[in-house]
């Protein structure tokens, strides 16, 4: 067959297979007989469709769907609610496929159908925009180009097209390697009325997920653990409708899922607003299996533990809440809940982010470069009005936090803040580090060759602008990269920064100059960074100096005897300097 066809059959099958899903959740709210008609044709134009492109497998099991609401408008098949709800089970991975039903897969969708089977919710899979194949001969084709202009002397050319060329790798690296948290959780709504529907519950659920990204590898666990919780909050948080009423609760139960990065941490909740857990229920229980020197906020967490006497098909069964602990354990995080009887409860899950990406805008302020993420922006505003310390935007005052010397634009924070500062660089993808210091929630270390802070706006204040304003740092180095990379490292936290390219000559700055620190290489021509440190401390005892090496024991000892204090591995993330720098050198 045509692959052009069968391109074709799959894009006309998840447009139309997702109408016949948004059509079967009003059916199941509204019960309109208008929609039957509707769905049937749906199923029935994907029957004859994969009929005409030798698809078997799609024609059978469209047969069976369409059959279902025919035999409804004929009087002799009830639509209820379940067999509805697990139609709702299969369409959406039906909606990802590439490929054809096999005979052993038919089976199991009628088998779920028909009940005799549970469905498994599954991971929503996104196409790669291009083949393999495809990006190598773009990297190699232009690689090719870089070396051409270099061959030609062409070193602004070159670096334009190193620039496009690391662009390039970074998105194709973002797009194989992570997946958006929105796109991960976008068929949520269609499992929460399935397993609502076949709790016999009401239940709406509600995303507050913002632009965070997770590792593909994991993408399949968290899913699975957050469908466990989900399923559990509905089976047994949400209170059945008329129990709701009774206690002058809506006629709907609610499940809350959000997320949100703190700390160098991805946390991840999920809220019900149904009865809560039954502490007293739990400890019962649990003193019959043996488990009552435990608190039962633990107990839950306890493999095969339930508080039904009998497992269902949804719950019961005591897996899932060890399972969500031990994929958050795992990764060095954990779960908590918080839990009020009558009101609901809520499940945090967090765990450690080693590198996230997420859409940051680069600023600059009296000279500093820092980044801010768009999700903590509510506003960007050109030539903003000041009234004292405040900032008039849409007949509201927002307190200035910070302010540049001569500021063009000001940055309206999520925070109700307004930062003042002199030119916005650009919206760049950030890859951000989970090291945080003091109000630098991380670093994004894929925009420049030098990290670059993002600003934690709800830490910024004033004390944080004087913060920006530091003290004066010599760097003694040969190598001109290393001076360049810590120097513009150090300047975008407002330190002013001396260079020297020699040990001769770091001892004369030092001599003349008021430095507050200094960092020294060892291994330098002439004068090596052990004899150049004794030098500056015989001269300024009190002068911090931190020796800058590959930190063998050896050198550790010898910088020792010569007085340096403190040391930094050439294998280290120069962010670490921050934490040296606050450590030796007293803040005004």
Sequence with gaps: MNTDFLEIFFQEL????????????????????????????????????????????????????????????????????????????????LLNRTDDISEEELKSYLDILEGKQRAQAA??????????SGILIDIISKTLSIENSLMRNDVKNALREVRTLKSRLLNIMEENFYVKLSNLLRNFDTLVIQEATLNQKKVKLELQIGQEKVERKDSQVLFD??????????AHGIEPSEERKRKGKPEYGTITLRSYLEGGELYLEVEDDGAGIDLEKVRKKAAEKGLGHLPPEEIIFVPGFSTKDTADGTAGRGVGLDAVRNFAMARGGNVEVVTAPGKGTKFIVHFPVKSF????????????????ETNDLMAVIVSAQTIDDKVKYKDKLYDISFSSANPRFCLITSSKKALLVDSIVGVFDGQISNES??????????????????????????????????????????????????????????????????????????????????????????????ETTKRIKEIKPKLPVVIFSTLSEEQLIRGMEVGADGYLSKSEPPERLLKLVERLVEVE
């Design 225 to 234: 653990a957050l469908v466990h919780l989900v399923r559990n909050a509905i």
């Design 437 to 530: 210091y003091g109000f630098v929630k991380g670093f994004v270390k894929n925009i420049f060759i030098y990290p670059l802070p993002v600003i934690d706006v709800s830490k910024i204040s004033k004390r944080a602008e004087k913060s920006f304003k530091k003290r004066t740092i010599l760097i003694v180095d040969d190598s001109f990269v290393t001076r360049s990379i810590l120097s513009k490292f150090l300047r975008t936290f407002g330190y002013e920064v001396l260079e020297a390219k020699s040990g001769e000559e770091g001892i004369e700055i030092s001599k003349k100059t008021d430095v507050d620190l200094v960092v020294c290489d060892v291994e330098m021509p002439g004068l090596d960074g052990f």
């Design 357 to 372: 990406v997420v859409k940051v805008v680069v600023v600059e302020a009296d000279g500093v470069i820092f980044a801010v």
């Design 123 to 132: 991971v929503v899979k996104e196409a790669f925009s291009e083949n393999l």
């Design 14 to 93: 998840r447009e139309k297979g997702q109408s016949a899903v948004e059509m079967i959740k009003r059916f199941l709210e509204t019960r309109e007989r208008e929609l039957i008609n509707e769905i049937y044709r749906v199923f029935h134009t994907i029957k004859g469709s994969a009929s005409l492109v030798g698809l078997i497998g799609f024609r059978d099991l469209m047969h069976n769907l369409e059959s279902y609401f025919k035999k409804y408008e004929s009087g002799e098949l009830e639509l209820t609610d379940e067999l509805l709800a697990r139609m709702l089970s299969i369409i959406p991975e």
